[in-house]
């Protein structure tokens, strides 16, 4: 597995009479954590829908590692693209095991069970998000915070290229965010989220996209995208401080050059946590004890 390249091209996505995003291009280099950011109803959401197919564009062209992502085969896609979204329901009857084995769907043929490589995968990814004691529960009985790790869970036991994600802190306290995002930055997978939080945004991103009234305002790294003047503008807002610290990134993901040649995931990944797949639960201390406020 390799990350993979997101080229988003002059996409509009309107709803009936209704424009949500106009004319938004963006790219994800392979390897980055790219966030999106804006007001409540800025296009976020929808957006990330055109990439993982769900909304088509009506212009434009959403492209992975070059391939028109609206043309690719269904098993293809799966196998590329996972991703999270909000409130996707809960799976009835199912153990939180079986949910985050869907994940390996698209790497099974049909019918076909679990292989000890797939056990291992699963035990893995729940671990990543604190939720190997979750195993043997109903899905259906958790709480919001706790099925939303289980379906961050799921979405890398499908050890995908690109991984989009629409607010996945929601419903976290604050330990389960900085861990989930966290593992975020050392998959060696692409990574397209979606985030409400600035700072958590600033020091977990690498570079950000600012939505407003579904067209891009900026973009950039977070420390020259985040200003005073910027905040004014997209969200009605101040800060106290006439400057916004660039508080800079995590430093345990690993370099391309450092990853793993036969499995892709990043030696210093599995050094620090110890999981074979890259995503091994390393803790929020793993990265920083918490991240630094953008705004001061």
């Known amino acids: 597995m390799t990350a993979a390249e997101l080229r988003v091209e002059g996409v509009t996505l309107t709803a009936g009479a209704h424009r949500l995003v106009h ?5 994800a280099r392979p390897g980055e954590v790219i966030g999106l950011v804006g007001p409540n109803g800025s296009g976020k959401s929808s957006l990330l829908r055109a990439v993982y197919r769900v909304l088509r564009p009506a212009t434009g062209r959403v492209g992975v590692d070059g391939a028109d992502a ?7 896609l799966a196998r ?18 079986e949910v985050v084995a869907m994940g390996r769907t698209p790497h099974k043929r049909l019918l076909a069970g679990d ?17 190997a004691g979750l195993a043997d529960r109903p899905f259906d009985r958790l709480s919001g915070g706790e099925r939303q790790r289980v379906l961050i869970a799921r979405a890398l036991a499908q050890q995908p290229s690109l991984l989009v994600l629409d ?40 570079r950000l996209y600012v939505l407003r009234d579904g067209e891009v305002t900026a973009s950039g790294p977070p420390g020259e995208v985040l200003t005073p003047r910027l905040l004014a503008e997209v969200y009605g807002w101040r800060p ?9 990134h995590p ?7 450092s990853r793993d040649r036969r499995t892709g995931w990043g030696r210093t990944a599995r050094a620090r946590t110890g999981g074979r797949h890259g995503y091994g639960r390393g803790g929020a201390g793993a990265d920083r004890a918490g991240a630094d406020g953008v705004v001061t």
């Open 23 to 27: 004319d938004v291009s963006l790219e």
């Open 70 to 76: 609206w043309s690719l085969p269904v098993r293809r």
């Open 80 to 97: 590329t693209v996972a991703a999270v979204v909000q409130d996707p329901g809960a799976d009835a009857d199912l153990a939180v095991r």
């Open 115 to 131: 292989t000890p490589q797939d056990a291992e995968l699963i035990a893995s990814a729940l671990t990543a998000v604190d939720a």
């Open 167 to 206: 607010e996945p802190t929601n419903h976290l306290d604050v330990r389960h965010q900085l861990e989930v995002l966290g593992t975020l930055r050392r998959l060696p997978a692409t990574v397209l989220v979606a985030l409400h939080d600035l700072n958590l945004a600033a020091y977990y991103c690498d």
């Open 240 to 248: 106290r401080s006439p400057s916004i610290r660039a508080p800079g």
């Open 251 to 257: 430093r345990s993901r690993s370099s391309p050059a």
